[in-house]
Antibody
Framework: EVQLVEAGGGFVQPGGSLRLSCAAS?????INWVRRAPGKGLEWVSI???????YYADSVKGRFTISRDKSKNTVFLQMNSLRADDTAVYYC?????????????????????????WGQGTTVTVSS | DIQMTQSPSSLSASVGDRVTITCRAN??????LAWYQHKPGKIPNLLIY???TLQSGVPSRFSGSGSGTDFTLTISSLQPEDVATYYC?????????FGPGTTVDVK
């Protein structure tokens, strides 16, 4: 079973930067970043597919960059121009690759059927 | 971008009750919808994908239905361990937006 381990959270002032990492113990078709701000619900942030394609939520587009180091099976989230409303627990989440049959590919023919593997989360606090 | 809504935002029910949560998309997303359970202090857990397919290991009291713009998550007999916030997520295409969540409590 794939396991995901995040690192890199911490305290940063507004306008600062942080880089989160997500180390995977096995192959995943995609890795997402999902965050939960205090008192708020889950918010999807970004995805990187095994083929390299990336997508972002509008709230982070232009400020956050998702990337990966294939040799280390690790995904990164570079967060720049951080704001107070970026304060949250950040989870990396992906798939176990066990989906079969219908529902495993979305309309763009990307393998995606939900997030069935999650890391424990890392906390980012943006405050002056 | 497609917007997701959920109703109710919270509910309280008795053990053994049938509970239904609704998720709505403002555009057709076919059956590209997943449901998650998020318990306090825990990591989120995938319950259902493709709108109605039960993820392996999830109790059969959970079920999903719907297609297009309207979806439901049903707990056939609420148990104390089901206290959590439930989220829908669309995945027809990016962004893979979550709904705002429905908090379920036991009376």
């Amino acid at each position: 079973e794939v396991q995901l381990v995040e690192a890199g959270g911490g305290f940063v002032q507004p306008g600062g930067s942080l880089r989160l990492s997500c180390a995977a113990s096995g192959f995943t078709n995609y890795i997402n970043w999902v965050r939960r701000a205090p008192g708020k619900g889950l918010e999807w942030v970004s995805i990187i597919y095994s083929g390299g394609d990336t997508y972002y939520a509008d709230s982070v587009k232009g400020r956050f960059t998702i990337s990966r180091d294939k040799s280390k099976n690790t995904v990164f989230l570079q967060m720049n121009s951080l704001r107070a409303d970026d304060t949250a627990v950040y989870y990396c989440a992906g798939d176990s690759g066990l989906c079969s049959g219908g529902g495993c590919y979305n309309k763009d023919y990307y393998y995606f059927y939900g997030l069935d593997v999650w890391g424990q989360g890392t906390t980012v606090t943006v405050s002056s | 971008d497609i917007q997701m809504t959920q109703s109710p935002s919270s509910l309280s029910a008795s053990v053994g009750d049938r509970v239904t949560i609704t998720c709505r998309a403002n555009q057709d997303i076919r059956n590209y919808l997943a449901w998650y359970q998020h318990k306090p202090g825990k990591i989120p857990n995938l319950l259902i994908y493709a709108a109605s397919t039960l993820q392996s290991g999830v109790p059969s009291r959970f079920s999903g239905s719907g297609s297009g713009t309207d979806f439901t998550l049903t707990i056939s007999s609420l148990q104390p361990e089901d206290v959590a916030t439930y989220y829908c997520q669309k995945y027809n295409s990016a962004p893979f937006t979550f709904g705002p969540g429905t908090t379920v409590d036991v009376k």
